[in-house]
Structures are given as structure tokens and as C-alpha cells.
């Protein structure tokens, strides 16, 4: 029977020293650090992503700042908006909440994120700086957040043969990159990859990332591997991961579930991404 990977309650941990870290800022005289959230239409997922980033800035002492724009705006209306906040001091990072509706190009918007606000790490600066393995940019915040996991339970990637599965721009890509920096050994798998179950089976870690529900079932898991579960979507009205946990876990010497796995550790990242930006604002250390 595997151990959880609590995201919860890592993140209670990483909220509560962030939350000490602003207080004494503060208490110091310096203004709070500030997020910049902008939701365009109405989607209800984004909405819940949008809120819950919003309520764990309040937490922590983060001021969040809301822009709420109808489905229809124009992409330069939004293109504007960014470059405002761009030059605006009293803002240390800028997220747009993607998917974006169809008429709005998102690489346009992300590439006019200021590489120094872009707190989600989407920037091609910041993944260049990932490449690089440079201290200086942000790192995308689920795979942020999953190398804090990992970190908290002594998990050490070192060497280990790790299996990606989903390629996509936010999760799959970085986090290969970033678990390469960190001395894993990765393979990455796809939709058009010839057999899956070779790669997962082959794995000492096992990340899915694909939002296929129940895609990693039992037989495609090695005997005492660390799964870790990033996918999210709904199967019989609940909320699932990639991963068959019921049977997997039986299987895995560790595993994080969905939700209160990854989820949360992606908004604890953010938050640290938001004050590692703040800092470099007002050039604390
Ligand atoms: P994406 O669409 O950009 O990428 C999906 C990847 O999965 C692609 O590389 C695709 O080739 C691969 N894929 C799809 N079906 C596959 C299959 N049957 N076999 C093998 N590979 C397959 O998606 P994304 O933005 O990377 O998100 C992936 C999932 O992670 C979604 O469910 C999303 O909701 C979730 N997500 C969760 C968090 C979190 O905080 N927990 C954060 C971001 C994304």
C-alpha cells in the first residue's frame, strides 16, 4: 500500500512559511506583492482554478487583483490590459488563465507577459532559463510544484528512470526539462507513442499528465514506483486523475491523488513564484 503524497498538506507547510515571510516584509514597511489574475469569458473550471488562487493569495497575504473580461473581448483589449500591468509597479506578477476563447492567440498573449511578471513561467525567456537551468526565471508551477513535493517526502530523482507521460506546453515539456536539471533519467510518451505500457512499466517514477481518466491502469505500473498523477477530468460527475488509484495504489510505493495531490502544490508554486518575483522587485533577499 503506497503513501500518500499529500499535496494539502505540504502546501499547509509552504503556505504558512509565506505567509510569515510577507507578514515580516510588511512589518517592515514594504508594500504586500500583488498578482495580476485576468479571466476572459466564463468557462466554470477556469472560474474554480481562478478562485482557488485568488483564496490562497488572501491566505498568505498576497493582494490579488481581479480582472473578470467578457468572452468577447478583442485579443488587443486584452494585449492592452497586460501592458499596463506590465509597467504598473505595484504589480509583481501577471497570470492569464488559459484556455483562452478560440479568437484570442494565447502565445501572443503570453509572449507579452514581461518575462519578470510572468509567474506562471509560460514566457519563452523563463522555459529558456529552465533549459539553461538558470536560478533567475520562473519555473511553470505544476512541475514547480511537483519537484517541492517530491522534495518534501526525501524522493531523490537522481538517476532514476522516469516515464512522462503527455508532452503538452504547462506540464509534460517543462517537467521533463525540469526533472532532467535534476539528474532523472526521462523518457516522454505521447499520443502518438507506439507502446505506452513499455515506458510506464519501465518507470521508478511515473508522472501522467494527459487528462485521460483512468488512463494508467494497474498493469502498467512497476511494482513499488512513485506515481505521481497531474491529469483532471470528470468521470461519473467526480473529479479523476489519469491514474486508476484504487487499483495503482496497491501497487506504488507512493502516490498522490486527485484531488489534494498536485492541485494544490500548482497554486502553493504560484505563490512562491508571485513573492520570488516580488523580491526581485523591491530587491529583497
Ligand atoms: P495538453 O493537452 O497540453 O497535453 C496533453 C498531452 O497528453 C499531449 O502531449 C498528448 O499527446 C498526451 N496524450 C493525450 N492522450 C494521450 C494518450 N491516450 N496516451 C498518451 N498520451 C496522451 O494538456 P495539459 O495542459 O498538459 O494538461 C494535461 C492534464 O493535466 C489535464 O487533465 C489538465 O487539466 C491537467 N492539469 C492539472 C494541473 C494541476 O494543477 N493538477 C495543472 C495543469 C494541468
Redesign the pocket.
Known amino acids: 500500500m503506497a503513501t500518500i503524497l499529500d499535496g494539502r498538506e505540504v502546501s499547509k507547510i509552504y503556505r504558512e512559511k509565506l505567509k510569515k515571510e510577507i507578514g515580516e516584509y510588511k512589518s517592515k514597511g514594504y508594500r504586500e506583492p500583488a498578482l495580476a489574475v485576468i479571466l476572459v469569458g466564463d468557462d466554470p473550471a477556469s472560474q474554480v482554478y481562478v478562485n482557488n488562487k485568488r483564496k490562497a493569495c488572501q491566505q498568505v497575504g498576497i493582494k490579488s487583483l481581479f480582472y473578470h473580461l467578457p468572452e468577447d473581448t478583442s485579443e488587443e483589449k486584452l494585449l492592452n490590459l497586460v501592458r499596463e500591468l506590465n509597467e504598473d509597479p505595484e504589480v509583481d506578477g501577471i497570470l492569464v488563465q488559459l484556455p483562452l476563447p478560440k479568437h484570442i492567440n494565447p502565445q501572443k498573449v503570453i509572449e507579452t507577459i514581461a518575462p519578470d511578471k510572468d509567474v506562471d513561467g509560460f514566457h519563452p525567456e523563463n522555459m529558456g532559463k529552465l533549459i539553461a537551468n538558470l536560478d533567475s526565471g520562473f519555473v511553470p508551477?505544476?512541475p514547480l510544484?511537483i519537484k517541492i513535493l517530491l522534495d518534501h517526502y526525501g524522493i531523490d530523482v537522481k538517476g532514476k528512470d522516469t516515464t512522462i507521460?503527455?508532452?503538452?506546453?504547462?506540464?509534460?515539456k517543462p517537467l521533463s526539462v525540469l526533472m532532467l536539471n535534476m539528474d532523472a533519467t526521462i523518457t516522454v510518451?505521447?499520443?502518438?507513442?507506439k507502446d505506452?505500457k513499455k515506458h510506464t512499466l519501465n518507470a521508478d517514477i511515473l508522472v501522467s499528465?494527459?487528462?485521460?481518466a483512468h488512463?494508467i491502469k494497474e498493469d502498467m505500473v512497476k511494482e513499488g514506483a512513485i506515481v505521481i498523477d497531474?491529469?483532471?477530468?470528470k468521470k461519473d460527475g467526480k473529479i479523476v486523475g489519469?491514474v486508476d488509484f484504487e487499483r495503482v495504489k496497491e501497487k506504488a510505493s507512493y502516490i498522490t491523488p486527485?484531488p489534494g495531490?498536485?492541485?494544490p502544490?500548482?497554486?502553493t508554486a504560484l505563490l512562491l513564484n508571485t513573492v520570488k518575483a516580488y523580491k526581485m522587485h523591491l530587491e529583497l533577499s
Do not use: F, P, R
Not at 499528465?209 to 485521460?212: E, F, L, S
Open positions: 508551477c505544476t510544484g507521460v503527455g508532452a503538452g506546453y504547462i506540464v509534460g510518451c505521447h499520443i502518438y507513442t505506452l499528465a494527459t487528462g485521460v488512463l497531474v491529469g483532471i477530468s489519469d486527485v495531490g498536485v492541485g502544490m500548482t497554486v
